[in-house]
């Protein structure tokens, strides 16, 4: 082979690294620098710094930075281990509720994104569906049933960002930590704190979600209750 076409042979060829590039290793990227600096750091550059590739090789794969947060909260939905429904829908709920607090603590830092994109796919669309599928067979109207799909859907989220958030600096076992904050609380001059400051300076990130949960189930229900065609 002459030197023309070694030449043109090694032009043609992917550079080191582009040759392994897929979807699934583009989240893992992408999941990485969310991990390690937030999602406001993710941006095609950082992930391709992360995989070594040159930024441009990953638009053969995904739709610049919407693309890359797309794919991560399709993850995120689509490793979800939904339950078989019992035709309970308390039960049901609540099994879908901590089957998405197991995977998104996986990523916790990633949970956000399922509030804010819209997404198509089916494996993403899939836990919407079963959440539907609950409130749809228990007589709500459809229009209602996404209100309250929405509505359940933030109060989870909001919970495990807090969890994420609030767990290191309150946590259980921080025995020192709980016992300086409450000190601060009952001696902040304010009576209301002062009195709640043992549960104030306490955070139990498990048993806070099941009280976000058992709140939402209760108003849910009643909602139900108001939605049901009358007899």
Do not use: W
Not at 8 to 25: C, F, N, V
Not at 153 to 180: F, H, K, M, Q
Not at 187 to 201: T, W, Y
């Amino acid at each position: 082979m002459n030197a023309m076409s070694t030449s043109t042979a090694r032009r043609g060829r992917p550079p080191k690294g582009e040759s392994q590039l897929s979807r699934a290793a583009i989240v893992q990227a992408t999941l990485r620098v969310i991990h390690t600096e937030g999602v406001s750091a993710v941006s095609m550059r950082a992930v391709g710094r992360v995989l070594g590739v040159d930024a441009k090789s990953l638009y053969n794969h995904v739709d610049g930075k919407d693309g890359l947060l797309d794919a991560v909260a399709e993850h995120i939905l689509a490793t979800i281990a939904l339950p078989e429904h019992t035709g309970e829908v308390r039960t049901d709920l609540r099994a879908i509720a901590h089957a998405f607090r197991e995977r998104a603590l996986t990523h916790p830092e990633a949970a956000s994104l399922v509030l804010t994109r819209q997404l198509a796919s089916f494996e993403a669309l899939a836990p919407i569906e079963a959440v539907l599928t609950v409130l749809c067979g228990a007589g709500c109207p459809a229009d209602e049933a996404v209100h309250l799909l929405r509505a359940l859907v933030a109060t989870l989220i909001g919970s495990l960002l807090r969890e994420v958030n609030a767990g290191p600096t309150y946590g259980t076992t921080d025995v020192e930590g709980i016992a300086r904050r409450r000190a601060v609380l009952e001696n902040s001059g304010l009576p209301a704190i002062a009195d709640a400051a043992p549960h104030l300076a306490r955070f139990d990130a498990a048993a806070e979600y099941e009280f976000a949960v058992d709140l939402a189930l209760d108003a849910l229900a009643a909602r139900l209750g108001r939605s049901r065609p009358q007899r």
